[in-house]
């Protein structure tokens, strides 16, 4: 593993992905490293299982299942002061499925003198988007076994084709970068590009130690660009038979012609967002470290995933916000314990923007996450994780909207190597 | 606003006068089996002209495919160049073979299409023979009147439509519990005695995802039962589409009294489907 990344990986919750800590690289032959980690999981308990299969689409609602979530495999090489990486990722998810899970070429540059920037990156490829700390942690040095309701809605993937700049000064670190705004997760065009414009996003962040065995770490992010309406194609003439007195004979009432239709223009919309972020991370004496997080995130147009955002769908901007907060104990040096509860909006109009009541009456998602792991060693664990899931996407008796009972009981044991 | 307009000065070749051609998707103005370009058109003076044109109809309404318009092009043309004046580019269509009567004169074919984004009263449609050197004869005009869109008909009318080419399906549950869908399209006959009429479901639109483009249906009374009226929305599924954002309307005399909006994701698709499918979207008095 380059110094690259090493900060915070000896940690359930680490810091704020920094720059390479070490010193200036010396030129001469590449260093090349090869390592990963493994995610295996088991869903004892899913609330949404069914012995079924969705009646549209064929695929198995049964959630109770053994699966490989990630099998991830990464190549760096360091050249001077070029960096390489390559991640590949295997999942049976959805099937057993192999892909590009990251890739970055960069440009280093270490500096010594303390009024610069102490340290300049310059990377292009496939990198997480420098938004938010969730975004930016490494899935294997989380202890939660995914991110939350507002990560995954905003930026399914954490992952898009871009050009970044990193700079760190002291204890800020600046990150901007430009993206193609389809990133990994994010449906049918994902990794692609539909639109010329580029997202670009950025965060400051700072790590301030305190006195004593408190270190506060935090950041405020943004997010600025062009999302994307996609039009519809033209359509001929349909001759269509519907026997709509089951029959079996066709009669002139049941035959109609649908005349075609021009096709619809794709259209391209703003979105934003803005966040801040905190960490406190302190040390008790005799149990270990304890650590509190928060994140908050305020955006328009931004979901990609959960309720995906289209104002030239629905007429209007959509406004999304959501929350998170945790905390996280080290009980001796392997055992710790975590709660973590996240609340996502992803209409907050939704009640006030048509005179009568609309579906979902609340766009609200929410999931308190209890998480108990046993550490072998910083990365190796087994971690047991309840969720427990609200949303707005069941139907009641009466066919109102209501929650669907979704809450699961997952078993993980992760390897790195 | 559409700045681009026909330009009625001497261009000589096709290439000068107009950039890369563009799928057409947001031109007022579409013709099926042509290839689409952006910029304006422009006629000139020394290549075949149009000889003459035959619309079948001289109206047309936004949103409406297949107006036919045929003609004969002056001998050599080898295409004739379609445009509206205003639209943001012009089509390039392919001559067709001449008539045996005139075997010197080749030929079109059209079948124009006409946006939803149409904003005018009348339309003037250039068309310009073009042969195989590139030149451009002059311009030839045919006018389409524009009709206003019309709201379905009916007293009471309601109506789902949405975004995407996903199966959608409309439920509307009348105050004598009769529920009106792709299953049942028409209410039973009414006491004469109410003075009511039954209610008609229009049309299953993108149904088993046989994609018809419609993304719209309707259910529509003349004199609609006074009571309660519940609306729901089902997605019967998404067709590989990612979400449906969905809109229902309340029309009373055409004019929207109601309306309703959400999204439809996957989720939506995994309950079960037929009578009483699908979330209560809103529901209403009927007085």
């Known amino acids: 593993m380059l110094s690259l990344f090493a900060a915070g990986t000896a940690r359930a919750n680490p810091p704020i992905p920094l720059l390479p800590e070490g010193p200036a690289p010396a030129t001469g032959q590449p260093e090349v490293q ?5 995610q295996t999981d088991g869903i004892a308990w ?5 012995d079924q299969l969705t009646p549209s689409t064929s695929e198995p609602l049964n959630q109770e299942r053994l699966l490989i979530r990630r099998a991830r495999l990464e190549a760096d090489v360091r050249r001077g002061r070029l960096l390489g990486m390559v991640e590949i990722d295997a999942n049976t998810v959805r099937g057993p499925t192999t892909g590009l899970a990251s890739a970055e070429f960069s440009y280093l540059a270490i500096r010594s003198q303390p009024e610069l ?10 990198l997480r988007i420098p938004f938010g700390a969730e975004v930016q942690e490494r899935d294997r040095d989380r202890l ?8 995954r809605a905003l930026f399914p993937g954490a992952f898009d084709l871009a050009a970044r700049l990193q700079a760190r000064w002291r204890s800020l670190v600046l990150q901007l970068a430009a993206t193609n705004g389809d990133p990994a997760g994010s449906g049918k065009y994902a990794l692609q590009n539909t639109n010329a414009a580029k997202d670009l996003a950025g965060r400051l962040a700072a790590n301030i130690v305190g006195s004593g065995r408190l270190r506060v770490e935090g950041g405020v992010s943004f997010l600025q660009g062009k999302g994307f309406h996609p039009g519809t194609p033209a359509t001929k003439e349909v001759l269509v038979w519907r026997d709509q007195n089951e029959d079996g004979i066709v009669q002139t009432s049941e035959i109609q012609i649908i005349p075609g239709t021009p096709a619809t223009p794709s259209r391209n919309f703003q979105r934003f967002a803005v966040g801040c972020d905190l960490r406190l991370v302190g040390d008790l004496p005799r149990l270990g470290q304890v650590t509190a997080f928060g994140e908050v995130v305020w955006a328009s147009n ?3 995933a959960l309720l995906p955002a289209d104002p030239v769908g629905s007429g209007r901007d959509l406004r999304e916000l959501g929350i998170v907060a945790g905390i996280t104990q080290e009980l001796g040096g392997h055992l710790v314990l975590g709660a973590r509860y996240d609340w996502y909006n992803a209409d907050l109009d939704a009640a006030k923007a048509l005179p009568v009541r609309i579906v979902p009456s609340s766009a609200v998602f929410s999931t308190t996450a209890f ?7 910083s990365l190796d664990r087994i971690a047991v994780e309840f969720d427990l899931n609200r949303n707005p996407l069941g139907r009641g008796s009466a066919g109102l909207p209501a929650n669907l009972p979704s809450d699961t009981l997952t078993v993980r044991a992760q390897l790195a190597y | 606003m559409r700045t681009s307009a026909l330009v009625l000065l001497g261009c000589f070749h096709t290439a000068a006068c107009s950039s890369a051609a563009g799928g057409g998707a947001s031109a007022w103005l579409q013709v099926d089996d042509a290839t689409y370009a952006k910029g304006a058109l422009v006629d000139g003076q020394v290549g075949p002209p149009v000889l003459g044109t035959y619309a079948r109809t001289s109206w047309i309404a936004p949103g409406q495919d297949g107006t036919l318009l045929n003609g004969t092009l002056g001998p050599g043309a080898t295409a004739v160049l379609l ?3 205003s639209d943001e580019g012009y089509w390039i269509l392919p001559a067709a073979a001449p008539d045996t009567q005139t075997p010197d004169q080749p030929r079109f074919f059209a079948s124009l299409g006409f946006s939803t984004a149409i904003a005018a009263t009348e339309l003037q449609l250039h068309l310009v023979a073009v042969d195989a050197a590139g030149l451009r004869g002059p311009a030839s005009t045919v006018s389409f009147g524009v009709l206003p869109a019309v709201p379905p008909s009916g007293g009471l009318v309601v109506e789902l439509a949405w975004d995407t080419e996903a199966d959608l399906d409309l439920h509307v549950i009348d105050p004598l519990d009769n529920e009106l869908w792709a299953g049942d399209i028409v209410s039973p006959q009414p006491d004469p005695a109410t003075g009511t009429t039954q209610g008609v479901f229009g049309f299953d639109s993108n149904a088993n995802c046989l994609i018809d483009g419609k993304r719209a249906e309707t259910v529509a009374w003349s004199m609609p039962p006074t009571g ?7 997605a019967y599924s998404l067709c590989q589409a990612q979400a449906a954002h969905w809109k229902v309307f309340v029309l009373r005399e055409g004019a929207i009294r109601m309306q309703a909006q959400g999204v439809a994701t996957p989720a939506d698709a995994r309950f079960a489907k037929g009578r009483r499918g699908g979330v209560e979207v809103l529901s209403f008095d009927w007085q």
Not at chain 1, 144 to 151: D, M, T
């Open chain 2, 83 to 85: 445009g509206l004046t």
């Open chain 1, 117 to 126: 920037p102490d340290l300049f990156m310059a990377s292009l490829g496939l």
């Open chain 1, 302 to 304: 931004l979901d990609r």
């Open chain 2, 228 to 234: 309660a009226f519940t609306v729901q929305v089902d």
């Open chain 1, 144 to 151: 939660f076994l995914e991110r939350s309701n507002v990560g």
């Open chain 1, 46 to 50: 899913a609330q949404n299982s069914e």
């Open chain 1, 371 to 377: 998480v108990v792991a046993w550490r072998f060693s």
């Open chain 1, 34 to 38: 090869v390592h990963g980690y493994l």
